[in-house]
Protein backbone atom coordinates (compact mmCIF):
# COMPACT_ATOMS: atom_id res chain seq x y z
CA UNK A 1 0.00 0.00 0.00
CA UNK A 2 1.98 2.81 -1.34
CA UNK A 3 -1.05 5.45 -0.90
CA UNK A 4 -4.15 6.04 0.48
CA UNK A 5 -6.37 7.65 -2.58
CA UNK A 6 -9.79 5.17 -2.19
CA UNK A 7 -11.39 2.68 0.22
CA UNK A 8 -12.46 0.51 -2.52
CA UNK A 9 -9.10 0.01 -3.61
CA UNK A 10 -8.05 -0.93 0.01
CA UNK A 11 -8.78 -5.32 0.87
CA UNK A 12 -10.58 -5.48 4.00
CA UNK A 13 -7.69 -7.03 6.04
CA UNK A 14 -5.45 -3.36 5.08
CA UNK A 15 -8.66 -1.57 6.38
CA UNK A 16 -8.49 -3.85 9.42
CA UNK A 17 -5.21 -3.33 10.28
CA UNK A 18 -5.54 0.10 10.23
CA UNK A 19 -8.40 0.79 12.64
CA UNK A 20 -6.18 -2.16 14.87
CA UNK A 21 -3.24 0.52 14.94
CA UNK A 22 -5.76 3.61 14.91
CA UNK A 23 -7.67 2.03 18.47
CA UNK A 24 -2.97 1.05 19.20
CA UNK A 25 -2.13 4.37 18.94
CA UNK A 26 -5.11 6.27 20.62
CA UNK A 27 -4.34 4.48 23.81
CA UNK A 28 -1.11 5.51 23.62
CA UNK A 29 -1.60 9.14 22.73
CA UNK A 30 -4.13 8.95 25.73
CA UNK A 31 -1.60 7.87 28.25
CA UNK A 32 0.78 10.25 27.64
CA UNK A 33 3.64 8.49 25.61
CA UNK A 34 4.72 9.34 22.35
CA UNK A 35 5.30 7.21 19.16
CA UNK A 36 8.30 8.99 17.49
CA UNK A 37 8.37 6.79 14.84
CA UNK A 38 8.64 9.69 11.75
CA UNK A 39 11.17 11.53 13.34
CA UNK A 40 12.73 14.18 11.03
CA UNK A 41 9.75 13.39 8.18
CA UNK A 42 7.79 16.20 6.38
CA UNK A 43 4.50 15.91 5.06
CA UNK A 44 3.53 18.51 2.12
CA UNK A 45 -0.32 19.49 2.69
CA UNK A 46 -1.41 20.73 -0.24
CA UNK A 47 -5.00 22.45 0.09
CA UNK A 48 -7.61 23.58 -2.68
CA UNK A 49 -10.34 24.18 -0.55
CA UNK A 50 -11.17 25.59 3.12
CA UNK A 51 -10.36 23.03 5.90
CA UNK A 52 -10.28 23.15 9.56
CA UNK A 53 -10.26 19.27 10.13
CA UNK A 54 -8.41 18.00 7.65
CA UNK A 55 -5.90 20.55 8.26
CA UNK A 56 -5.83 20.77 12.00
CA UNK A 57 -5.68 16.83 12.58
CA UNK A 58 -3.10 15.89 9.94
CA UNK A 59 -0.44 18.78 11.28
CA UNK A 60 -1.37 17.86 14.83
CA UNK A 61 -0.78 14.09 14.16
CA UNK A 62 2.51 14.68 11.97
CA UNK A 63 4.29 17.14 15.00
CA UNK A 64 2.59 14.03 17.60
CA UNK A 65 4.73 11.56 15.51
CA UNK A 66 8.03 13.90 15.85
CA UNK A 67 7.62 14.78 11.81
CA UNK A 68 6.28 18.10 10.70
CA UNK A 69 3.69 18.90 8.07
CA UNK A 70 3.68 22.52 5.39
CA UNK A 71 0.93 23.63 4.57
CA UNK A 72 -0.05 25.25 1.23
CA UNK A 73 -2.91 26.83 -0.30
CA UNK A 74 -3.37 26.88 -3.97
CA UNK A 75 -1.83 30.57 -4.41
CA UNK A 76 1.08 29.50 -3.18
CA UNK A 77 2.07 27.76 -5.64
CA UNK A 78 0.17 29.17 -8.12
CA UNK A 79 -2.58 26.92 -7.96
CA UNK A 80 -2.68 23.13 -8.33
CA UNK A 81 -1.75 22.17 -12.17
CA UNK A 82 -2.09 25.84 -13.34
CA UNK A 83 1.53 27.16 -12.94
CA UNK A 84 2.87 23.88 -14.07
CA UNK A 85 1.52 20.67 -14.46
CA UNK A 86 0.23 17.93 -11.54
CA UNK A 87 3.01 15.90 -12.78
CA UNK A 88 5.68 18.09 -12.40
CA UNK A 89 4.73 19.05 -8.69
CA UNK A 90 4.30 15.27 -7.71
CA UNK A 91 7.98 14.50 -8.26
CA UNK A 92 9.06 18.14 -7.27
CA UNK A 93 7.66 17.81 -3.98
CA UNK A 94 8.98 13.74 -3.67
CA UNK A 95 12.36 15.39 -3.84
CA UNK A 96 11.29 17.26 -0.66
CA UNK A 97 9.21 15.22 1.70
CA UNK A 98 8.08 11.98 2.66
CA UNK A 99 4.43 12.60 1.93
CA UNK A 100 2.25 14.24 0.42
CA UNK A 101 -1.48 15.21 1.14
CA UNK A 102 -4.16 16.85 -1.05
CA UNK A 103 -7.42 18.34 -1.01
CA UNK A 104 -8.77 18.94 -4.84
CA UNK A 105 -11.81 19.50 -6.63
CA UNK A 106 -10.94 16.98 -9.50
CA UNK A 107 -10.28 13.42 -8.00
CA UNK A 108 -8.16 12.91 -10.96
CA UNK A 109 -5.44 15.41 -9.77
CA UNK A 110 -5.22 13.76 -6.59
CA UNK A 111 -4.74 10.17 -8.30
CA UNK A 112 -2.16 11.98 -11.15
CA UNK A 113 -0.41 12.95 -7.84
CA UNK A 114 -0.15 9.30 -6.75
CA UNK A 115 0.85 8.38 -10.29
CA UNK A 116 4.08 10.22 -10.07
CA UNK A 117 5.10 10.87 -6.97
CA UNK A 118 8.00 8.66 -5.79
CA UNK A 119 6.19 9.23 -1.91
CA UNK A 120 3.03 8.24 -0.65
CA UNK A 121 -0.02 10.40 -1.55
CA UNK A 122 -3.03 10.90 0.50
CA UNK A 123 -6.38 12.06 -0.44
CA UNK A 124 -7.61 14.48 1.70
CA UNK A 125 -11.31 14.93 0.09
CA UNK A 126 -11.75 15.15 -3.46
CA UNK A 127 -15.35 15.77 -5.17
CA UNK A 128 -15.44 11.97 -5.56
CA UNK A 129 -14.57 10.75 -1.99
CA UNK A 130 -13.68 11.46 1.40
CA UNK A 131 -11.67 8.39 2.49
CA UNK A 132 -9.55 9.59 6.20
CA UNK A 133 -13.02 11.22 6.88
CA UNK A 134 -15.18 7.31 6.25
CA UNK A 135 -12.24 5.74 8.22
CA UNK A 136 -12.89 7.96 11.07
CA UNK A 137 -16.20 7.09 10.74
CA UNK A 138 -15.71 3.36 10.93
CA UNK A 139 -13.22 3.39 14.05
CA UNK A 140 -15.98 5.86 16.26
CA UNK A 141 -18.57 3.32 15.14
CA UNK A 142 -16.18 0.79 16.58
CA UNK A 143 -15.84 2.26 20.19
CA UNK A 144 -19.50 2.99 20.24
CA UNK A 145 -21.13 0.06 19.08
CA UNK A 146 -18.31 -2.59 20.28
CA UNK A 147 -18.40 -4.29 16.50
CA UNK A 148 -19.14 -3.35 12.74
CA UNK A 149 -20.31 -6.54 11.45
CA UNK A 150 -23.76 -5.99 10.44
CA UNK A 151 -24.27 -2.50 11.57
CA UNK A 152 -26.66 -0.40 9.86
CA UNK A 153 -25.79 3.62 8.96
CA UNK A 154 -28.49 4.99 7.30
CA UNK A 155 -27.39 8.19 5.38
CA UNK A 156 -29.56 11.14 4.88
CA UNK A 157 -28.87 13.80 2.23
CA UNK A 158 -27.13 14.55 -0.42
CA UNK A 159 -25.33 11.26 -2.58
CA UNK A 160 -21.67 13.30 -2.34
CA UNK A 161 -18.26 12.40 -1.91
CA UNK A 162 -19.32 11.58 1.87
CA UNK A 163 -22.16 8.84 1.13
CA UNK A 164 -19.65 7.78 -1.78
CA UNK A 165 -16.91 6.57 0.73
CA UNK A 166 -19.05 5.65 3.58
CA UNK A 167 -20.63 2.84 0.89
CA UNK A 168 -17.17 1.49 0.03
CA UNK A 169 -16.08 1.30 3.49
CA UNK A 170 -19.56 -0.45 4.45
CA UNK A 171 -19.22 -3.24 1.75
CA UNK A 172 -15.44 -3.84 2.93
CA UNK A 173 -16.32 -4.28 6.32
CA UNK A 174 -19.28 -6.44 6.02
CA UNK A 175 -21.83 -3.25 7.02
CA UNK A 176 -25.00 -1.65 5.61
CA UNK A 177 -25.56 1.48 4.49
CA UNK A 178 -29.71 3.24 3.59
CA UNK A 179 -29.11 6.03 1.64
CA UNK A 180 -32.12 8.20 1.28
CA UNK A 181 -31.76 11.44 -0.91
CA UNK A 182 -34.09 13.21 -3.30
CA UNK A 183 -34.30 12.65 -6.44
CA UNK A 184 -31.38 13.57 -8.89
CA UNK A 185 -29.22 13.82 -5.42
CA UNK A 186 -29.20 10.33 -4.87
CA UNK A 187 -25.94 8.35 -5.33
CA UNK A 188 -24.55 7.51 -8.86
CA UNK A 189 -25.47 3.85 -9.94
CA UNK A 190 -21.79 3.00 -10.56
CA UNK A 191 -20.53 3.72 -7.27
CA UNK A 192 -23.96 1.83 -5.78
CA UNK A 193 -22.50 -1.25 -8.24
CA UNK A 194 -19.46 -0.85 -7.24
CA UNK A 195 -19.90 -1.54 -3.51
CA UNK A 196 -22.58 -4.27 -4.14
CA UNK A 197 -20.27 -6.32 -6.43
CA UNK A 198 -17.83 -6.09 -3.53
CA UNK A 199 -20.45 -7.45 -0.88
CA UNK A 200 -24.42 -8.03 -2.27
CA UNK A 201 -26.77 -5.72 -0.62
CA UNK A 202 -24.91 -3.69 1.07
CA UNK A 203 -25.74 -0.23 -0.09
CA UNK A 204 -29.82 0.26 -1.03
CA UNK A 205 -30.98 3.87 -1.73
CA UNK A 206 -34.80 5.34 -0.98
CA UNK A 207 -36.02 8.84 -1.26
CA UNK A 208 -37.71 7.97 2.25
CA UNK A 209 -35.86 9.07 4.94
CA UNK A 210 -38.23 7.30 7.17
CA UNK A 211 -37.91 3.87 5.93
CA UNK A 212 -34.18 4.22 5.94
CA UNK A 213 -33.61 5.20 9.17
CA UNK A 214 -35.89 2.17 10.55
CA UNK A 215 -33.21 -0.54 12.27
CA UNK A 216 -30.58 1.59 11.95
CA UNK A 217 -27.71 2.04 13.96
CA UNK A 218 -26.41 5.24 13.06
CA UNK A 219 -28.07 8.20 11.27
CA UNK A 220 -25.83 9.87 9.12
CA UNK A 221 -25.99 13.49 7.20
CA UNK A 222 -23.71 15.20 5.55
CA UNK A 223 -24.12 19.47 4.21
CA UNK A 224 -26.48 19.40 1.22
CA UNK A 225 -23.92 21.88 -0.50
CA UNK A 226 -20.57 20.51 -0.65
CA UNK A 227 -17.83 23.26 -1.05
CA UNK A 228 -17.55 24.15 -4.68
CA UNK A 229 -21.45 24.01 -4.66
CA UNK A 230 -22.35 27.42 -3.24
CA UNK A 231 -24.01 29.23 -6.06
CA UNK A 232 -26.27 26.29 -6.06
CA UNK A 233 -27.42 26.58 -2.21
CA UNK A 234 -30.79 28.10 -2.11
CA UNK A 235 -31.75 25.60 -5.07
CA UNK A 236 -30.57 22.89 -2.93
CA UNK A 237 -32.45 23.79 0.40
CA UNK A 238 -35.65 23.85 -1.56
CA UNK A 239 -34.77 20.00 -3.14
CA UNK A 240 -33.55 18.65 -0.23
CA UNK A 241 -36.83 19.81 2.00
CA UNK A 242 -38.55 17.01 4.16
CA UNK A 243 -34.49 15.57 4.46
CA UNK A 244 -33.43 17.34 7.38
CA UNK A 245 -32.23 14.88 10.51
CA UNK A 246 -34.14 16.12 13.44
CA UNK A 247 -36.36 14.82 16.44
CA UNK A 248 -39.52 14.20 14.16
CA UNK A 249 -37.38 12.12 11.54
CA UNK A 250 -35.51 10.15 14.56
CA UNK A 251 -39.14 8.61 15.94
CA UNK A 252 -39.17 6.32 13.06
CA UNK A 253 -35.06 4.98 13.99
CA UNK A 254 -34.46 2.72 17.42
CA UNK A 255 -33.85 5.35 20.36
CA UNK A 256 -30.73 4.06 20.65
CA UNK A 257 -29.19 4.78 17.06
CA UNK A 258 -26.46 7.00 16.71
CA UNK A 259 -26.23 10.60 15.02
CA UNK A 260 -23.25 11.11 12.45
CA UNK A 261 -21.70 14.13 10.57
CA UNK A 262 -18.60 14.74 9.16
CA UNK A 263 -19.12 18.64 9.84
CA UNK A 264 -19.20 21.45 8.67
CA UNK A 265 -22.84 21.07 9.69
CA UNK A 266 -25.26 23.74 8.77
CA UNK A 267 -27.47 24.03 11.59
CA UNK A 268 -31.09 24.61 10.73
CA UNK A 269 -30.97 23.04 7.33
CA UNK A 270 -29.57 19.28 7.52
CA UNK A 271 -29.79 18.80 10.98
CA UNK A 272 -31.04 20.64 14.00
CA UNK A 273 -29.07 22.32 16.53
CA UNK A 274 -31.31 19.64 19.02
CA UNK A 275 -29.74 16.65 17.13
CA UNK A 276 -26.45 18.20 16.80
CA UNK A 277 -26.25 18.53 20.91
CA UNK A 278 -28.39 15.75 22.24
CA UNK A 279 -26.97 12.57 23.96
CA UNK A 280 -26.88 9.99 20.82
CA UNK A 281 -24.90 12.38 19.39
CA UNK A 282 -21.32 11.03 18.87
CA UNK A 283 -20.36 14.13 16.22
CA UNK A 284 -17.25 15.37 18.25
CA UNK A 285 -15.93 11.84 18.69
CA UNK A 286 -15.94 11.53 15.37
CA UNK A 287 -14.02 14.69 14.66
CA UNK A 288 -11.49 13.04 17.27
CA UNK A 289 -10.89 9.99 15.68
CA UNK A 290 -9.89 11.97 12.12
CA UNK A 291 -6.61 12.29 14.41
CA UNK A 292 -6.18 9.19 15.72
CA UNK A 293 -6.93 7.40 11.93
CA UNK A 294 -4.29 9.53 10.85
CA UNK A 295 -1.97 8.96 13.08
CA UNK A 296 -2.10 5.31 11.81
CA UNK A 297 -2.37 6.14 8.54
CA UNK A 298 1.14 8.23 8.42
CA UNK A 299 2.71 5.80 10.51
CA UNK A 300 1.90 3.07 7.86
CA UNK A 301 3.11 4.79 5.12
CA UNK A 302 5.63 7.49 6.13
CA UNK A 303 7.73 5.25 8.43
N1 LIG B 1 -14.82 16.75 7.95
C1 LIG B 1 -13.85 17.47 7.36
O1 LIG B 1 -13.13 16.98 6.48
O2 LIG B 1 -13.74 18.73 7.82
P1 LIG B 1 -12.84 19.89 7.20
O3 LIG B 1 -13.44 20.26 5.88
O4 LIG B 1 -12.88 21.00 8.21
O5 LIG B 1 -11.45 19.36 7.02
N1 LIG C 1 -19.41 16.85 1.34
C1 LIG C 1 -18.66 17.87 2.03
C2 LIG C 1 -17.76 17.26 3.05
C3 LIG C 1 -17.02 18.25 3.92
C4 LIG C 1 -16.08 17.60 4.87
C5 LIG C 1 -17.86 18.70 1.02
O1 LIG C 1 -17.28 18.09 0.11
O2 LIG C 1 -17.83 19.91 1.14
Redesign the pocket.
Known amino acids: MKDFISINSCSSEQLNELLDLSIELKKLYKSGDRDLCLAGKTLIMLFEK??????MSFQVAMTNLGGSGIYVKPEDIGGIGKREPVKDIARVLSRYAHGIMARTFEHDTVTQLAKYAQVPVINA?TDWS?PC?AMADVLTIREHKGKLNGIKIAYIGDGNNMARSLAFVCAKLDMKLALAAPAGYQLDDDSIKIANDVAPGTVTSTNDPACAVTDADIVYTDTWTSMGQEDEKQKRIKDFEGFQVNTELLKSAPKDAKIMH???AYRGLEITDEVIESDNSIIFDQSENRLHFQRALLKKLLS
Open positions: PSLRTRLHQCLP
